[in-house]
């Protein structure tokens, strides 16, 4: 199994741009989530969803969309990039049930700059 | 509101010592605790996850113990390699959404020769 992929590792946009984070995984999880790691700061959940069909809200939504058409990707649309949103950004996944009691693995991370 | 809290910030030690990273966490209702490892530029791996019964949980050299009562973790690393070096980041689960994952701000080792 790849476990969680992500992809771009690096992106470097300018501000008003927009983009997509690409997230899959392969093993049938439910559960799928994206965080933002900054300097000083713990992770900090961006959306999830619990299964293809339905997303939610996490802590800092704003600036950001998703949608999760099939169980394996989870795909992350910067609307207008902004300086702010310069981050690592993390896709996890865990089976449901409830997440948590269940082990999230995470993606390798995309490092994003925002001129 | 949610918080944890991880200490010390950063640490150096000498490669085979023992050290012991810590973690105190104000998470209402709690579920459980983990550790993870995260190496420069990867993702966080999972180490231990300790539910409120659990005062001891081992994965090799890494040994987490917690007191659900004084709402305190450790993580102990024994015979420190090189390899751990890394960020580890504490992390306390609430019961009852599927969301209430609270993250500590991580403690930074270095292993040195």
């Known amino acids: 199994n790849a476990g969680v992929t992500q992809t771009p590792k690096f992106q470097v946009l300018k501000t008003g741009q927009s983009m997509t984070l690409q997230c899959a995984q392969d093993?049938?999880?439910?559960?799928m989530s994206w965080y933002r790691q900054d300097p000083g700061m713990g992770l900090r959940l961006i959306h999830y969803?619990?299964?293809?069909?339905?997303?939610d809200q996490g802590e800092v939504p704003n600036g950001y969309n998703v949608s999760r058409s099939t169980t394996e990707d989870f795909p992350l649309r910067l609307l207008s990039a902004a300086p702010s949103q310069t981050s690592v950004y993390f896709c996890?996944?865990?089976?449901?049930?409830?997440?948590?009691?269940?082990?999230?693995?995470f993606g390798p991370g995309t490092r994003l700059t925002v001129l | 509101k949610n918080q944890v809290e991880q200490s010390p910030q950063s640490l150096i030690i000498l490669e085979g010592k023992n050290c012991t990273l810590q973690?105190?966490?104000?998470?209402?209702?709690?579920?459980?605790l983990r550790w993870y490892k995260q190496d420069t530029g990867r993702g966080p791996v999972s180490l231990t996850i300790?539910?409120?019964?659990?005062n001891t949980k081992s994965n090799g050299r890494y040994t987490a113990t917690l007191d659900a009562d004084t709402k305190q973790s450790s993580l102990h690393i024994t015979a420190s390699q090189l390899s751990d070096s890394a960020s580890y980041i504490c992390?306390?689960?609430?019961?009852?959404?599927?969301?209430?994952?609270?993250f500590g701000t991580g403690t930074r080792l270095q292993v040195t020769l």
């Open positions: 992390v306390v689960s609430a019961s009852g959404t599927a969301s209430k994952l609270t």
């Open positions: 300790m539910t409120f019964s659990e």
């Open positions: 996890a996944s865990s089976y449901w049930g409830h997440v948590s009691y269940n082990e999230q693995f």
């Open positions: 093993m049938n999880h439910e559960y």
């Open positions: 973690c105190n966490y104000t998470v209402s209702p709690f579920s459980n």
């Open positions: 969803s619990v299964g293809a069909g339905i997303t």
